[in-house]
């Protein structure tokens, strides 16, 4: 193969393909150089050796660009194309060449729209539950006509699941203290391992109904794309045990992911879907297994690219900081109950962005009191109201009433199991008090997380607020009232408030909740 620099150099030049093309992107993976045209994709395995893949010959590489096509069809059938030559006649390389020699073959696919991809649509905000619902019923139909037999069944056995989180384990030893602590490494390790002795029976069940099957194996938002209907792509093609697998497995991998964007709300809809699909009778009982250790997988991908030495600072920097964000979602999925997080502050304090970073964190489903209090009304999150305080959506009964719903659909996802945080001021004590009785009645841990700052870096806050046309209608003179009439957090135990210094950076403050999160203890080992 040639070398990576005149690979990319020939194949970036517009004469080497078949099809007119004003530009051509080139994207590399650990394992592959993606090349883009206008209307086409052209992806070509690299000549690596990682142990748990090896493309290092030429028939290697094109026996998987064969097994990619022919895996991906089976969800995303008009995109993956085939596989196509390159070739060599004189000076110059021909993809998909009909003379010259052969020296490299291409997967090569319709390009699909990248802002149409999951992941995009939840950056923009623009990802609804019924577009879940939709994957939840394609995903159940393929699950149901996917492959199984018994080489397929054994990957879903106790002793193969068993041998994987072992192996998960002992490949992340190495970054303990470095992207998750030896705390969590330890917690996370013995909830899975008694999970996995207490549910023996439970994992030989699922084999003998047939729910272990040749799944995709990497379902994650950025392999869902909405064009032309649904196509999910990218499945693993060089490991076939990486893609045998629990239905329940996968599901929990899309799940995970969508917690993980801070998107518990898709996640619950998807879940639920997938649930009415497939009348799967485990899919509850299996769920948080799966989704901690779909998430440590996950952290321990981004921790292993610490190894690589080629990758740059600021690369390194990110691996850290997603393996982190992984590991403490797998870590927080070990909490056999769930938990209620209450914020409570004056406007501009801090609350909304100590949420949004908290539901991510630990995958809860996030209520803002802005958004419920404009959708009681009728109205856009994104209208302004610039009302009186006490007057219209914001009297105090209109703001009662919202505080009464989210209290109890908070109290609903509690009873499903969920974990929520609500964004919102909670001034009055009376209101704190009905979310701690919420709690209490479900057997949910409570926190109420109580931001401050000064009042002058409170109104520097409002201002830039202003300007950037938050959905919060918050202004210098709401504050002032605020300040007011705001009650004291009292009468509520002392390890349930946390007080939240929002002049402190992010990470101190998450570190802050961290330490201080409700947490059922772990059966002790045996």
Do not use: W
Request: glycine letters at 6%.
């Amino acid at each position: 193969m040639l070398s990576p620099p005149k690979l990319i150099e020939e194949l970036t030049t517009q004469s080497a393909y078949p099809e007119d093309t004003r530009s051509i992107e080139v994207v590399q993976t650990r394992i592959s150089y993606v090349f883009m045209t206008g209307d086409h994709v052209y992806k070509i395995k690299k000549p690596v050796d990682l142990g748990y893949l090896d493309y290092t010959s030429l028939d290697d590489r094109l026996y998987y660009c064969e097994r990619e096509v022919e895996l991906n069809r089976r969800l995303c059938p008009d995109i993956y194309l085939g596989v196509v030559p390159i070739t060599r006649l004189g000076n110059r390389l021909l993809v998909e060449g009909h003379e010259g020699q052969t020296v490299e073959f291409a997967v090569k696919m319709r390009r699909l729209p990248r802002e149409m991809m999951l992941n995009a649509l939840i950056a923009r905000d623009e990802a609804t539950p019924e577009m879940m619902v939709d994957v939840a019923d394609k995903l159940a139909d393929f699950h149901a006509q996917a492959a199984t037999n018994s080489t397929i069944s054994a990957f879903g056995g106790v002793g193969t699941v068993l041998g994987n989180v072992h192996e998960n384990f002992e490949q992340t030893k190495a970054y303990t203290g470095v992207t998750l602590s030896q705390e969590k490494y330890d917690r996370i390790s013995r909830f899975t391992l008694h999970f996995i002795r207490e549910h023996g029976h439970l994992f030989r069940e699922r084999v003998n109904m047939g729910k272990i099957r040749d799944c995709h194996g990497d379902l994650h938002a950025e392999h869902i794309c909405f064009t032309d209907g649904i196509c999910i792509y990218d499945c693993i093609e060089f490991n076939d045990r990486f893609r045998y697998g629990d239905v329940v497995s996968e599901v929990a991998f899309l799940a995970m992911d969508l917690e993980h964007f801070g998107r518990a709300d898709l996640s619950r809809s998807f879940i639920l879907a997938y649930g009415r699909a497939s009348s799967d009778p485990h899919l509850k009982s299996l769920l948080k297994f799966y989704k901690c250790y779909r998430a440590y997988v996950r952290g321990k991908v981004e921790s292993m690219k610490l190894s690589d030495l080629d990758i740059g600072v600021e690369e390194r920097r990110l691996a850290v900081k997603e393996a982190q964000a992984y590991f403490d979602l797998a870590d927080f999925y070990t909490n056999r109950m769930p938990v209620l997080l209450i914020t409570a502050g004056l406007i501009a304090s801090g609350k909304s962005t100590i949420a949004s970073l908290l539901a991510r964190r630990y995958g809860l489903y996030l209520l803002r009191s802005d958004v419920v209090r404009k959708k009681l009304a009728g109205i856009s999150p994104r209208e302004r109201r610039f009302e009186q305080y006490d007057k219209g959506i914001y009297s105090p009964g209109f703001t009662r009433m919202t505080y009464d719903h989210m209290v109890e659909e908070a109290g609903n996802l509690l009873e499903e199991g969920h974990s929520v945080i609500i964004d919102a001021s909670f001034m009055e004590a009376v209101v704190r008090e009905r979310a701690v009785q919420v709690a209490d009645s479900v057997g949910a841990g409570f926190r109420v997380l109580e931001c401050r700052a000064d009042y002058a870096v409170l109104l520097e806050r409002l201002a830039r607020r202003m300007e950037r046309g938050d959905i919060s209608d918050g202004r210098p003179e709401i504050l002032q009232y605020q300040k007011e009439v705001f009650e004291p957090v009292r009468g509520i135990p002392e390890a349930m408030h946390v007080v939240l210094d929002t002049s402190k950076t992010l990470e101190e403050m998450l570190g802050d909740v961290d330490e201080r999160m409700p947490r059922s203890p772990l059966p002790a080992d045996h």
